[in-house]
């Protein structure tokens, strides 16, 4: 039992410390005061102070409270989900497909904004927002397509110096001189892959 009971004490004290680093984080980020938040969730400041510490736990009902006042879920606040969405649908993508909420929240203004006109109120003229989401689902719909995408995250993500030695260089890529010059060639396997599927879209038959 003693020994039980100080696995729970460990526990609970790397989710008060968790809490404490979300809450303290969420404060920063709304330029929210520690007596507001009190007041929201029905807490003193030094209660709000005690949390920011590490000191003490919040019952459910002031967590609650605080999960809602910033709008995240109870899972985030205390550090058992990366995902801040408290939008069930949100933590569901994002834990079957891995992405993270900025994403899922911008593909959904995409899906709200495409197709429409946006009027410059300081100019006086009209902007057009594209099909956004019918980009994206051109993007991966067919496994052709899915190069582009490749060829991007190979851009963004590989560490040429260390993928690529002068041995290397020298016998799979002879063209290649530099690290510089390896990322452009991702760079134009992208615009190739472009053009490939604009053409490829202005071509397909109108149902």
Same mark, same amino acid.
């Given at each position: ?135 994206? &689902? ?20 590989? /560490? ?17 001189? &530099?690290?510089? /010059? ?26």
């Amino acid at each position: 039992m003693k020994i039980q009971k100080k696995n729970t004490d460990v526990e609970s004290a790397a989710v008060a410390k968790t809490l404490a680093k979300k809450i303290s984080e969420l404060l920063k980020k709304s330029k929210m005061s520690q007596a507001e938040l009190a007041k929201r969730a029905e807490v003193s400041t030094a209660t709000i102070s005690n949390w920011l510490k590490g000191e003490k736990e919040p019952r459910i009902y002031n967590l609650m409270l605080v999960a809602s006042v910033f709008d995240v879920s109870l899972d985030y606040l205390i550090g058992f989900s990366n995902i801040k969405s408290a939008n069930p649908n949100n933590k569901h993508i994002s834990e079957n497909f891995g992405f993270s909420d900025k994403t899922i929240d911008n593909v959904a203004r995409f899906k709200r904004v495409s197709g429409r006109f946006k009027v410059n109120n300081e100019e006086g003229e009209f902007h057009y927002h594209p099909d956004y989401t019918e980009a994206i &689902n051109k993007l991966f719909e067919n496994e052709d397509t899915l190069d582009i995408t490749a060829n991007i995250a190979r851009f963004l993500f590989y /560490d040429y110096e260390a993928w690529l030695s002068p041995v290397d260089r020298s016998v799979e890529q002879p063209e290649l001189i &530099n690290v510089k /010059d390896m990322s452009d060639l991702f760079l134009l396997r992208v615009q190739k892959g472009l053009y490939s599927l604009r053409e490829l879209i202005k071509n397909k038959p109108e149902k």
